[in-house]
């Protein structure tokens, strides 16, 4: 039975069926020439069934992967087992445009497939029926809820001031590096820093102006590290950074890179250019840190040290690294 064409031999509600199922029809020979194509086919890939029928099926689809579909078809030629695919392993067998190409987001038709052989009057495999759903819709519903998700998740991670991590979320991450520097004795510090004075800041100036210096302060730190290191904001006008495979002495050149930047930055708000300084205390990891917070108290101790020598400085920890 021909699909998509008139055909004799076939009642007029079959050919009328098989016209106008919203479905994808395609059978191929075992060599995977075509044979059969309904109007669904024809409508979306932009082949009439006399321009296909008789081509190999990867001429009319260049982009298939010709051993990959094959070996995808040995069980429904060799078992007679029919064989599904679905949009999450593959978006799409082949390539069309969608059924709505205007309103529609997606880039091309997002199917569903099934694949089933047809047997001769011997019962051997003697040809292989493609169906093709169109699911594009849902497809694009799922990822719309994947993608909410995704910024859901983000959002609870992420502080809405300064884009870096929040405290929550950093201190859950530290804590997984601190169990994995255990076991892996590789260098890591970390390093805490707070604006000098930005009490004096919000006073003078309002808090829009002190969010304002948070904000330049983070764009600062995003700068002066790598994609690898994990920064947040601990509170206030506090920051952490945790550097993994960096010793106190590079950490120390970090802090003092952040440092110098803060320094030389002005802060514009309402017509006023307000300058400010930065502190920080850095740790790197020893055996001394049995536990998580005393690690971090360290360096917090670090910096509490550089607010007394007088701000705008970085120190080390003098905890003993033997």
Request: glycine residues 6%; hydrophobic residues 40%; negative net charge.
């Amino acid at each position: 039975m021909e699909m998509g064409t008139q055909v004799s031999g076939s009642s007029s509600w079959q050919h009328a069926l098989v016209s106008s199922i919203e479905v994808g029809i395609v059978v191929v020979d075992t060599n995977f020439v075509i044979e059969q194509w309904n109007q669904f086919m024809q409508n979306h890939s932009g082949y009439d069934l006399n321009d296909v029928r008789g081509r190999s099926l990867f001429t009319c689809f260049d982009d298939l992967d010709e051993a990959w579909l094959k070996n995808k078809c040995q069980p429904a030629v060799e078992m007679n087992t029919p064989v599904f695919m679905i949009w999450e392993q593959r978006h799409y067998l082949f390539k069309m445009d969608t059924a709505r190409p205007v309103t529609s987001p997606a880039e091309y038709m997002y199917q569903n497939i099934s694949i089933f052989p047809i047997l001769c009057e011997k019962g051997a495999v003697e040809k292989i029926c493609f169906l093709v759903y169109d699911v594009t819709d849902q497809a694009m519903s799922k990822m719309r809820i994947e993608g909410l998700n995704q910024k859901l998740k983000e959002i609870s991670r992420v502080d809405g001031l300064t884009q870096l991590f929040n405290r929550r979320y950093w201190q859950e991450r530290f804590e997984r590096e601190f169990k994995l520097t255990i076991r892996s004795k590789k260098p890591i510090s970390v390093l805490m820093l707070d604006i000098d004075h930005f009490k004096k800041v919000n006073d003078t100036y309002g808090h829009q102006a002190g969010d304002a210096v948070i904000q330049s302060i983070s764009k600062l730190i995003k700068k002066a590290t790598r994609e690898t290191d994990i920064a947040g904001r601990y509170g206030g006008e506090e920051f952490v950074i945790l550097l993994p495979d960096t010793t106190a002495e590079n950490a120390y050149t970090v802090g003092e890179r952040i440092r110098k930047a803060a320094e030389k930055t002005l802060v514009e708000h309402e017509g006023a250019e307000i300058s400010v300084t930065i502190s920080a205390g850095i740790a790197e990891f020893n055996a001394a840190y049995t536990q998580p917070l005393l690690w971090l108290e360290a360096a917090d101790q670090a910096l509490y040290d550089a607010k007394n020598a007088g701000r705008n400085t970085v120190i080390v920890s003098a905890v003993n690294t033997a």
